[in-house]
Nanobody, 124 residues
Framework: QVQLVESGGGLVQVGGSLRLSCAAS????????VGWFRQTPGKEREFVAV????????YDRDSALGRFRISRDIAENKVFLQMNNLKPEDTAVYYC?????????????????WGNGTLVTVSS
């Protein structure tokens, strides 16, 4: 099985950028669909972006499309989430997750493996 560790979170001002990393060990990430999710206190974990191991990416229309970009580095066994033009509502704990499903899945229940999350705080 694969183990996931997120990094790159922190405090950033409105309009700033961050790049989150999801480092994998145990298995190569190019055999998994990898998604990014986020969660704030009292709310359900929500989908942000996904990268399919057979190719293709997809983004949540409201939160990420046009501002975030998901990418892979196969050699480093990592998946990244570049986040630009950050807003206060982007403040959350961000999680990466891996799925053995070959399609661009968006539901928490479709993912078997999860990291522990990295906190992103956007200050106004």
């Amino acid at each position: 099985q694969v183990q996931l560790v997120e990094s790159g979170g922190g405090l950033v001002q409105v309009g700033g950028s961050l790049r989150l990393s999801c480092a994998a060990s145990g298995r190569p990430l190019d055999t998994y669909t990898v998604g990014w999710f986020r969660q704030t206190p009292g709310k359900e974990r929500e989908f942000v972006a996904v990268s399919g191991y057979k190719g293709g990416n997809s983004y949540d229309r409201d939160s990420a499309l046009g501002r975030f970009r998901i990418s892979r580095d196969i050699a480093e066994n990592k998946v990244f989430l570049q986040m630009n033009n950050l807003k206060p509502e982007d403040t959350a704990v961000y999680y990466c997750a891996a799925s053995t499903r070959a399609i661009l899945v968006r539901h928490v229940s479709d993912y078997e493996y999860w990291g522990n999350g990295t906190l992103v705080t956007v200050s106004s």
